[in-house]
């Protein structure tokens, strides 16, 4: 009897062992991240020991799993699913070790449309706020998306769902203020004549709570009321001063050469 007794409490142990640490392995290898910017969608995972290659599947909800093109018998940690995801659909994807027939699980289902990040934009500014309104252009970034062999931008994607957040403050001044346009000319108006601002730009998608990446700040030029409105003025004055300056150096480079002839002159006549 002590025996068994025994014998079952170490087989208990020992599959209680095998149990857990089975378990630690599967929550090693479930650990697929989706990684999308500007619609460029990856699948990553931890590195096993051994270097193993790798298979791929995805699947849309409640649908067959596909294989990924690209990403069958591979020895890197990540798949690129951009070429063969629809971006308005959701999916799962799964992985296994290409010796093995046991899938380690599947992913959280991921929605490109919704969830891909967007960098930050690039604008043009223009540079005076003399009539208090500045115009900013924007431009839209790239996607990883084609279409007939062309990179769509994000607009191309978004279509009349995408805005574009400016965001301004007076230089000096902390005080932020922000403008929602829908179109890539942004004119902020409202804006004192003459003093100089600083504006940033993010997309921002109706659909979306969160923004893109906003851009880096560029500012305008301030302008005192006096030197904006006697500009020709001043530009004359300032020529006249260089003529005036310049006469003066002409005038003394003469009379010193005079004056260097004369010594010259009269050295010679002592000798």
Request: include cysteine; glycine fraction near 6%; proline fraction near 3%.
């Amino acid at each position: 009897m002590d025996f068994l007794k025994h014998f079952q409490y170490f087989g208990v142990v020992f599959a209680t062992s095998l149990v857990v640490a089975t378990a630690g392995q599967q929550f090693n290898h479930d650990k697929l991240h989706w990684s999308s910017t500007n619609f460029k969608t990856l699948l990553t995972w931890e590195p096993e020991a051994g270097d193993p290659s790798y298979d791929v599947e995805y699947a849309e909800h409640d649908k067959d799993w596909l294989s990924a093109p690209n990403c069958l018998d591979i020895r890197e940690t990540e798949c690129d699913l951009t070429n063969v995801l629809d971006p308005e659909k959701s999916y799962a994807a799964r992985l296994k070790k290409t010796i093995s027939t046991d899938w380690w699980g599947t992913s959280d289902y991921f929605t490109p449309y919704k969830q891909s990040l967007i960098t930050a934009v690039s604008f043009s500014l223009d540079a005076r706020v003399a009539d208090g309104s500045v115009t900013l252009t924007i431009t839209d970034p790239l996607t990883a998306l084609y279409k007939n062999g062309s990179l769509l931008t994000i607009r191309d994607v978004f279509q009349n769902q995408l805005n574009y957040r400016v965001s301004y403050q007076k230089v000096g001044s902390t005080r932020k203020k922000e403008t929602d346009v829908d179109s890539n000319v942004a004119v902020v108006g409202g804006l004192e004549p003459n003093e100089g601002y600083c504006f940033s730009v993010a997309a921002k998608v109706l659909t979306r709570a969160d923004l893109g990446a906003w851009s880096q700040q560029q500012c305008s030029k301030a302008h005192g009321p006096f030197l904006n409105g006697l500009r020709a003025e001043v530009v004359v004055g300032l020529c006249l001063l260089l003529l005036l300056l310049l006469v003066i150096i002409i005038t003394s480079v003469v009379c010193c050469r005079r004056r260097r002839q004369r010594r010259q002159q009269r050295t010679a006549q002592m000798l």
